[in-house]
């Protein structure tokens, strides 16, 4: 199966959102993470997403 990418432009900006995110919690991402514990990437990811829903939710106001 093939995956197409519905946006192809915005995996710049998730990365850059990532890095913001990843340095305010203290997380130093690089190219290798191999040495990040899971709950220390998990937490990038899940204030991603926090942010993410956040910002919906507040639009739609």
């Known amino acids: 199966m093939s995956y197409q990418k519905l946006v ?3 995996k710049e900006g998730l990365n850059k ?10 997380v ?8 990040l514990s899971s709950k220390q990437c998990g937490s990038v990811g ?11 939710e507040n639009n739609l106001k």
């Open 8 to 10: 192809p432009e915005a």
């Open 46 to 56: 899940g204030e991603m997403v926090k942010r993410i829903v956040n910002q919906y």
């Open 17 to 26: 959102f990532k890095m913001e995110v990843a340095n305010e919690l203290g």
């Open 28 to 35: 130093h991402f690089t190219d290798y993470n191999g040495n």
